[in-house]
C-alpha cells in the first residue's frame, strides 16, 4: 500500500467504503481498495475545507468602517486579479473575477501546503494541475460561446474562408496545447521544488534548507500568477469582439 498521509488516512478511514464502491460503479477498479483515496487528492479536499472556512469568516465580519486585516487581504487580492483582467479582457471583465480568484487561491493554498511538516502538495501530482488546466480550459471556452453564442466558432476558423479548412486544425491543436502547457508548466515546477527541498532538508536539515524552503514559497507564488495570468489571456481571446 502506498504511503499515506495523516489527513489520507484519517479520509479513508471515513470514506474508503463508498468512494471504493462508487468507483466500482464507474467501471474503475482500486489499487487499494481499503485506502482508494491518495494524498494529492486527501490533500484538495483540505484545501477546499480550508478556504470555505477562510471565506465564512472573511463573510461575517465584512466591514465598512473597521475592516479587519483578513478583509483587507482579500480585498487586496481580489482588486490586483480585477484590475489585471480589466487590462488584459476590457471593460467586461468584472465578471470573470471570482472565477480567476477562485482559481488563484486553489493553485496557491495547494502549492504552499507541502511546505507545512506532514503535508504534500496535490500540485507536485500531474493529475492535479491537468484537472486545473482542464478546468481553465473548459471555463474559458464556455465563455467564448456564452459571449458570442455559435459565432465563436469563427474564432478557429480565421479571417479568411478560403484559409479555414488549415486553419482549423492549426487552432485545435493550439488550444489542446494550452492545458498541456498549463499542466506541464504547474506540475514540473512544483514537482522540482519539491524535490530539492526534500534533498537539501535530508543532507543539511538545519541553515540551508531555509533559503530553498522560500524559493519553494516564491516559485509556488510565481507559478500561481503564471496560471491564472495565462487563464485570464485565453479568456480575453475567447470573448474578444472582432472588429
Known sequence: MHE???????????????????????????????????NSVAMEV?????????????RSRLSVEKPG??????????????NQSAEIVGHHSE??????????LFILLCNLIGV??????????????????ICAFVY??????????VGYL?????????LAWLLLPIELISHLARVLSLTIRLYANMFAGDMV?????????IGVPIVFLGLHIGVSLLQTYIFVLLTTVYLAGAVAEEH
Not at 46 to 57: K, P
Not at 95 to 104: D, E, H, S, V
Not at 140 to 149: I, L, N, P, W
Not at 154 to 162: A, D, I, R
Open 95 to 104: 465578471g470573470f473575477t471570482p472565477f480567476l480568484m477562485a482559481l488563484g
Open 116 to 133: 507545512i511538516p506532514g503535508f504534500e502538495s496535490p500540485t507536485a501530482v500531474p493529475v492535479v494541475p491537468l484537472g486545473l488546466a
Open 69 to 82: 486585516a483578513l478583509q483587507h487581504i482579500f480585498e487586496g487580492a481580489h482588486g490586483f486579479v480585477e
Open 154 to 162: 469563427k474564432h478557429f476558423l480565421g479571417p479568411v474562408w478560403w
Open 4 to 38: 499515506q498521509l495523516w489527513f489520507t488516512a484519517f479520509l479513508n478511514q471515513l470514506f474508503a467504503g463508498p468512494v471504493t464502491g462508487l468507483l466500482r460503479v464507474l467501471h474503475i477498479e482500486p489499487h487499494y481498495p481499503d485506502a482508494p483515496i491518495p
Open 140 to 149: 474559458y471556452q464556455a465563455q467564448g460561446f456564452k459571449h458570442a453564442g
Open 197 to 205: 527541498t526534500l534533498v537539501f532538508f535530508s543532507l543539511v536539515p
Open 46 to 58: 483540505l484545501v477546499f475545507l480550508f478556504l470555505v472556512a477562510v471565506f465564512a469568516l472573511v
